[in-house]
């Protein structure tokens, strides 16, 4: 079985140095990241973490690549104790600018056959992207929590 691969490309009106923000500050995640803080030094060999609104740990990770404002990539472990037994994946986000906007492609991958995250990631991702998306260009967050978020 082959090892499946998700890939999303969002425009988003912003520039790349405010997108790079957005997914590094825990300031601007936990905005947009349904209460999600993520917090690193985001140094390559760097771990980082994630703490939900109500304290309790979510996922983790080491950063693989971090080229500002351009292309971040980590190792990525969900906080989901469901999936927690699989191997980390990877997230690797590419930030493109094109005039006003910035083209963002997400890229998560290295997932085991037949992993059961993948399938949360599939519904997840473009939930999340769409709430960093409206946040950036409107101010104010999607809020779809109540609308099936996974708990990560």
């Known amino acids: 079985m082959d090892k499946p691969t998700f890939v999303y490309v969002s425009y ?12 590094t500050s825990p300031e601007f995640t936990a905005q947009y990241w349904f209460g999600m803080r ?11 973490t994630a703490t939900r609104s ?7 990770g080491e950063v693989l690549e971090c080229d500002f404002p351009r292309r971040l990539s980590l190792s ?4 989901d104790e469901r999936v927690r037994h699989e191997a980390p994946s990877r997230v690797t986000y ?7 906007e910035v083209r963002l492609t997400v890229t998560h991958d290295r997932f085991e056959a037949g992993s059961q995250l993948f399938e949360g990631v599939r519904i997840f991702w473009p ?10 260009e409107t101010g104010a967050a999607l809020d779809i ?8």
Do not use: C, N
């Open 54 to 60: 109500d304290g309790t740990p979510g996922d983790t």
């Open 127 to 136: 939930q999340l992207l769409s709430s960093l998306k409206s946040f950036l």
């Open 94 to 100: 590419e930030l493109e600018p094109l005039g006003k």
């Open 38 to 48: 993520m917090d690193s030094d985001w140094r390559v060999g760097s771990k980082f």
């Open 12 to 23: 988003i009106a912003t520039t790349p140095e405010r997108l790079w923000r957005a997914l």
């Open 76 to 79: 990525y472990r969900p906080g």
């Open 145 to 152: 929590t109540s609308a099936g978020a996974p708990r990560h």
